[in-house]
Every structure is written in C-alpha cells, then in structure tokens.
Nanobody, 125 residues
Framework: QVQLVESGGGLVQAGGSLRLSCAAS????????MGWFRQAPGKEREFVGA????????YYADSVKGRFIISRDNAKNTMNLQMNSLKPEDTAVYYC??????????????????WGQGTQVTVSS
C-alpha cells in the first residue's frame, strides 16, 4: 500500500504563486509516475502534470504549460508542484496520484493506483 498526503493549498490572488507538495509513504519502490490532477466544482477531474519518477521526465497539460513546474525529491519521496501566474480558472481541489505501471500516457486518471485526499487551491480575481 501507498499513502499520499498533499499540502500547500490555499487562497491566492490572480497572478500569484503557490507550491503544493505530495509526500508518499509505504511501498513507493513500485512508483513509475506521479501526477497532479485537479477537479473544479461540477467538472471532471483533469490532468495537470506528471513526472516519470526514475527518468525525471515531466509532462504538462496545455493549460498550465509554462506556468506550473513539477519537481521531485527522490530521497524524501516527495513531489512538488510550483504554480506561478495563477488564474481564477486554476481554482480546484488538487490531487496527487501515484502509478505503478509504466505503459500508456500519464494523463489518464484511471491509470493511477493511489490518490491523496486533495488540497484546495482558490485563486481570486
């Protein structure tokens, strides 16, 4: 089993920045990808970005490319999401997820095996 705990959400004005973290514990040796997803009220969960853990290859949704940066600390089993130039449309609950298998694109939420509880990000205009 793997446990994921997000932190760092909050309220920020448009144009501001926030940094989210996701700490993984348990059987993390099987990690292939870790990803960030978000879900706004009344909308489906959407892909934000992901990192291929061993190769440190990052992937981003077009909507956040150039504004968000994913990083990881292998020693601490932590993934971070630096969010810059935030917009009101970035408001959502942000979830981190961990995927054990290596096949397929990392943007499909159904391909992930473990999920955190989510952290709220609110961007005011």
């Amino acid at each position: 089993q793997v446990q994921l705990v997000e932190s760092g959400g909050g309220l920020v004005q448009a144009g501001g920045s926030l940094r989210l973290s996701c700490a993984a514990s348990g059987r993390t040796f099987s990690t292939n990808y870790m990803g960030w997803f978000r879900q706004a009220p009344g909308k489906e969960r959407e892909f934000v970005g992901a990192i291929k853990w061993s190769a440190y290859i990052t992937y981003y949704a077009d909507s956040v490319k150039g504004r968000f940066i994913i990083s990881r600390d292998n020693a601490k089993n932590t993934m971070n999401l630096q969010m810059n130039s935030l917009k009101p449309e970035d408001t959502a609950v942000y979830y981190c997820a961990l995927r054990c298998n290596s096949g397929g694109v990392p943007s499909r939420p159904e391909s992930y095996d473990y999920w955190g509880q989510g952290t709220q990000v609110t961007v005011s205009s």
